[in-house]
Structure formats: structure tokens, C-alpha cells
């Protein structure tokens, strides 16, 4: 693996990484951040990846660990989403802080970046059955926080 | 509550950004964290030190991506312009009415640089007014400019290859559009060169004695998006009498003194060219002519018959060699925009080709023949023929049927 395959997969899925950042970090200017320090991380250490598994799900885990570094150092709690996106209305908000933390996680990845299950394992260091049933778990959680919010 | 509205509320918590990829970022915070050094803000020192050494099929290239160009980079632009403008002028004195490109010459900058025996090469970019974008080509004086055509297809693929005397080896850029992520040269010698798409365009660079067989674009996953080559095997398929027939002009032609008294024919006298002209043919009320230059080499022209000065667009005496196996083809055809203004679709269609070319097969864009041309004398010309709506592509056959070389590229 060389410096040009990292480069064409950041060049081909920029805004996905971004997107799920973004989302991890809380923030977009952390979450671009970030992914830009994840790449410049993988350039470094690109003689550490062996091959036994896709190099993306390689750089994923990279990204996610990136993106969780900066919402730390920030103290940002993820339960909402710094963008230049309107404030949703009142009773539209979707509660995250219900969420844990892998809940999040795998959300984010399943939704933003729009990853298989085994890459987002890989990228989570998790099974891909428990990507299936944590995937399951969150978006019960928050259908059910959601319809109790409409039912007040 | 439905998963649709789950999906909607996600889809609005981070909408899909607009990034902007910056990969001399990443490269940069790579090696300020392994050397600890901060990189120098200053242009001259950020050439240096920016291109990081990634190998390219066995070259050494860098990104300089974004980078503002110095102020002489952007006098280039400008002299471009200038030039685009004259052929301009001389297009519609000559009766070829076509609008040239203009770049934005305050808003060029980097997009990738790479070390050769010759020294540094760069391309630069920038926005084509109305739409699009130029390039430059530059190692140290020496530069080439072109701009793009907005030519229809959304994978499209253009390219040039750049070289000279002065230059020990050869440079191919040009621009890959649509999702391509990469460019992959195959080259006579049996070497393959694998080349990043950065701002939609490439650059690499190959040693003089060889030539490109195929240049093609893939996408990011490896899927081959559009490809150019001489033929679908390679040349190498062909007879060395067949090679031969692609790589010469033939026709004697007649003497055509220029009119030296003309401002435009005192102009390319001035500029190395030889008083006396070739008259290869007269096709459709066009002539086509060779233009010895008193280095040796020729280029070719046309003008209508009755052009005061004889010759009003000229093309070729650079370093592309043509007639050659891999360029068979001197297209002077004429292109306009269609009635919407998006795409550019041939108008008149006419130009030089080598002794292999038997004719010229007009397109569409879904690769139907609208137009069968013969060639005669080295020459083609639709003449008075109307060249039928949605001609976006032109094909040279050589007598068996198969296509030896497309315009565009």
C-alpha cells in the first residue's frame, strides 16, 4: 500500500469521512480536522497496515479514533451537531445523548458514510453482529424517544 | 414514527458537507509530526519542500495543490489569453468563426509538480471564463497552455504530450473528468505509469524514445471509465508497412508562394516559417496546405480559397509529431456550441491525415456514423455537406475498418 492509495481514497471519499466525522466530533471544523490529521497519520504508518483486511475499513478505524480524540479535547458531548445547517425546530431534535457511545458510533457510520457492516466492525474493532444489533438497538431508542416527544 | 423520518432528522443533524480536498494538508501535517519542523510559508520554499517524494510508476511527483501562482505564472496566463485572442481574430478574417478560450489568470495555482532529470515541472490551473478550466504546463521558461473544450461526455479524457530539444525526456498531461481518480499510461516500452487526477487533471512524464499506446481513466474503485489509444490492441498489431503508412504525407502537392505583402504572412515569415507553401489539395472551397519551417520541420494550414493571406489556421510544426503512428490525425475542423450553449458539436469538419487514414467517420455521441468522409490527398473535408446535429466525435479508419485515432481524445 502506498501514499497514492490513501490519496485516492481520500480524494474519492472525502465528504463521506467528513460527514461522519463531523458527526463524532460534534463539530465540523473538528471533524475536517480531524480526518485531515487521520490521513496524515495513515501516510505515516502505511507500512503497519498488513493487507489482511480493506485498506478503507483500515483508514475508517483511524478516522473514528481521530474524530473521538477531538470531541474529547473539545469536551463536546455529541448529543447535537455543530454545522451551518438551520437549528431544527423544537420537538424535532433527535436525542443522541440517549445513545451510548459505540450506539453513536455505528449510527454515524451506517448513516453518514454509508458502510457495510463488516467495515464498520473492522473500523470499530466490533463483530459485524454486534454492528447489526447495536444498529438496531439505537434507532429503537431513538423511534421510541421520538414518538413519546410527539405523543406529549 | 417511520425510519423515513428517522432518516430525515439524521440526513438534517449533519447535512453532506462541501469539502474541499487538500492533500498537500495531509502530506504537510504528516511530515511536520515525523520531523517536527514547521513548513515554510513562503512560495519559493513550499515548492521545495511540499512535493513529498511519492513514487509514480518510478517517478517522482509531488502536489502542490491550491497554492496561488507567482506572479509570473500568471503573466503566462495572461499571454495565453493574448495569443487565444489573435487566433481569434485571424479565425474570422479567415471565415472560421470560433470563440476562444480565455483563463481567469488572477485566480491560477497549483495543482501538481514533479521532479524530472530536467528539473521541476508544474501544472498550473485556472477557471475557464464561463465555465471549465486551463492549465499550464511549465518547466522553467518553457510552457505549454490549453483550456478545456467542454466537450459533452461527463468521463471525458483529454491529453498532450510535451517535449523539445532542450528537454531530455517527455511530459503527458492533460484532463481526466467525471469521477476519474487515476490515469494509467501504457507505454511502448512495455511500462505502465499510473497517475493521480487532481483538480480533473494529470500529469506525468516518460522517457523521449517511447510513445503512450493507451491512456485511460478509472474511478476510484478500479472501474476503467474511458480510455484513448492508437488501437484497441496497440500498435504493436500492426504491420511495420502499416506503420509506416501512418507516420507519412505522401502528397506532393504544388507550390503556393505566400503573399508576402500580407501582415499575417509577414508575421509567420518572421516567426520561421518559408515563403513558399505546399498546396497539398482544395476540398468544399478550402485549401490545404504543408508550411515548411527553415528548421526542417512542417506544419500544415488551411484557408479559404480567395483568404488574402493565403492560409488562415494553422496547426502542428511543434513537438507532437505528425504525421506519426500515434497521430495520424491533423484535425482543422470547426466547432460550435449547440443551441443550449453546453455542448460543442462540429460545424465543419476537414483536416490532414497520413496515408493510412482511408477516411473519417463523424459521430454522435452514442459512437453513431453520421457522416462517412474519404480521404484524398492526405486531406478530408465535408465541404457543403451539412454536418449533421450531434457530431461530437470524429474517427480516423484506416482501410480495414479500424479506428487508428479519434478526435476528440
Known sequence: MTSDDLELLYRAKLADFCRAATAIAGDAELGRDAVQDAFARAVRKRRRFRGDGPLEAWVWRIVVNAARDARRKRGVVAESVQTEAPDAPPGERLPLELLTERQREVLFLHYYADLDYATIAAALGISPGTVGATLSIARRTLRQALTQEVAR | ?409
Open chain 2, 1 to 409: 414514527m417511520t425510519e423515513a423520518y428517522l432518516d430525515e432528522l439524521l440526513d438534517g443533524l449533519v447535512p453532506p458537507p462541501v469539502v474541499r480536498a487538500d492533500w498537500a494538508d495531509v502530506l504537510g501535517r504528516a511530515r511536520r509530526t515525523r520531523r517536527g519542523y514547521a513548513i515554510v510559508g513562503a512560495f519559493a520554499a513550499a515548492l521545495v519542500m511540499v512535493p513529498t517524494a511519492v513514487a509514480l510508476g518510478g517517478r517522482i511527483a509531488g502536489w502542490f495543490e491550491g497554492r496561488p501562482a507567482p506572479p509570473a505564472v500568471r503573466q503566462d496566463f495572461v499571454q495565453f489569453n493574448a495569443a487565444m485572442q489573435r487566433m481569434s481574430a485571424y479565425l474570422a478574417k479567415s471565415g472560421f468563426a470560433r470563440k476562444t478560450p480565455q483563463a481567469i489568470a488572477a485566480r491560477a495555482h497549483g495543482v501538481l509538480a514533479l521532479r524530472t532529470a530536467d528539473g521541476p515541472v508544474y501544472l498550473w490551473a485556472a477557471p475557464r471564463r464561463g465555465g471549465g478550466s486551463c492549465w499550464l504546463l511549465q518547466l522553467g521558461s518553457l510552457t505549454n497552455a490549453a483550456c478545456d473544450q467542454t466537450w459533452p461526455s461527463s468521463e471525458r479524457l483529454t491529453f498532450s504530450t510535451f517535449g523539445g530539444t532542450l528537454i531530455s525526456g517527455q511530459f503527458i498531461y492533460g484532463q481526466a473528468l467525471g469521477a476519474a481518480a487515476s490515469v494509467v499510461v501504457n507505454l511502448s516500452d512495455g511500462e505502465t505509469t499510473k497517475l493521480p487526477v487532481v483538480e480533473g487533471l494529470f500529469m506525468g512524464a516518460f522517457p523521449k524514445h517511447v510513445h503512450p499506446l493507451e491512456v485511460a481513466a478509472y474511478d476510484a474503485s478500479g472501474k476503467r471509465l474511458v480510455a484513448f489509444g492508437t488501437l484497441a490492441g496497440g500498435t504493436a498489431q500492426l504491420s511495420p508497412a502499416e506503420r509506416r503508412a501512418l507516420s507519412r504525407v505522401s502528397t506532393r502537392g504544388t507550390p503556393y508562394p505566400l503573399p508576402v505583402g500580407d501582415p499575417f504572412v509577414r508575421h509567420l515569415i518572421a516567426g520561421g516559417y518559408e515563403r513558399t507553401a505546399v498546396l497539398l489539395a482544395t476540398r468544399g472551397g478550402r485549401n490545404y496546405f504543408r508550411l515548411p519551417l527553415t528548421n526542417g520541420r512542417s506544419a500544415f494550414g488551411t484557408g479559404r480559397v480567395g483568404l488574402a493571406s493565403g492560409v488562415g489556421l494553422i496547426v502542428g510544426g511543434g513537438p507532437a509529431r505528425f504525421p506519426a503512428v500515434d497521430n495520424p490525425l491533423l484535425d482543422m475542423s470547426t466547432v460550435g456550441a449547440t443551441a443550449n450553449k453546453r455542448t460543442m458539436r462540429f460545424l465543419h469538419v476537414g483536416g490532414i491525415a497520413a496515408d493510412g487514414v482511408a477516411r473519417v467517420v463523424v459521430k454522435d455521441r452514442e459512437g453513431r456514423g453520421l457522416l462517412w468522409l474519404p480521404v484524398r490527398d492526405n486531406v478530408y473535408d465535408s465541404g457543403t455537406t451539412r454536418v449533421p446535429a450531434g457530431a461530437v466525435q470524429l474517427d480516423a479508419q484506416d482501410a480495414k475498418g479500424r479506428t487508428v485515432a479519434r478526435v476528440p481524445r
